[in-house]
């Protein structure tokens, strides 16, 4: 059986990952849960971001597709990108790389403001709504009843 899915070049030469390594959080004797690979979850990453495709298309050498996208969760909503950004690493690939990385994370915490406030505003119309239309009465059923005898005859 033939595998359909191209082979990744990874982005992250070795000497950026040893420059970005130690920046990074999981590590082992870091508190907290410690992350399996750090590099395979960054390549990850790229490979989202660098090919504009969702999580779910995530290659299967990734590891799964939900774990890397909650860690990034995680770390987009801790500020963590843009910290690791701001460190300025001596390359300016990998610096590019970490400024791509926090362009995506801007615009998904954005995407995400933008659909928590579309169902916030859809949750006021529908009690608005909700309020305005008054209850249906057997009385008033009935009086249409009438009316449509009426018509009727």
């Given at each position: 059986m033939m595998n359909d899915t191209p082979e990744y070049e990874m982005k992250l030469s070795d000497a950026q990952w040893q420059m970005l390594e130690p920046l990074l959080i999981g590590r082992a004797g870091d508190p907290g849960v410690s992350a399996k690979d750090n590099r395979r979850f960054i390549e990850a990453l790229l490979w989202v971001v660098l090919n504009h495709a969702p999580w779910s298309k995530l290659p299967p050498q990734f590891g799964r597709s939900s774990t890397a996208y909650m860690r990034?969760?995680?770390?987009?909503?801790?500020?963590?990108?843009?910290?690791?950004?701001?460190?300025?690493?001596?390359?300016?690939?990998?610096?590019?790389?970490?400024?791509?990385?926090?362009?995506?994370?801007?615009?998904?915490?954005?995407?995400?403001?933008?659909?928590?406030?579309?169902?916030?505003?859809?949750?006021?119309?529908?009690?608005?709504?909700?309020?305005?239309?008054?209850?249906?009465?057997?009385?008033?059923?009935?009086?249409?009843?009438?009316?449509?005898?009426?018509?009727?005859?």
């Open positions: 990034f969760r995680r770390w987009n909503e801790c500020d963590f990108w843009r910290q690791l950004a701001g460190s300025k690493v001596g390359d300016a690939g990998l610096q590019g790389m970490l400024d791509t990385i926090v362009i995506y994370g801007d615009l998904y915490t954005s995407r995400l403001e933008q659909r928590l406030s579309r169902k916030a505003k859809k949750a006021s119309y529908r009690a608005t709504a909700a309020a305005a239309i008054p209850a249906r009465t057997p009385a008033s059923d009935e009086s249409t009843l009438h009316w449509v005898a009426l018509l009727g005859s």
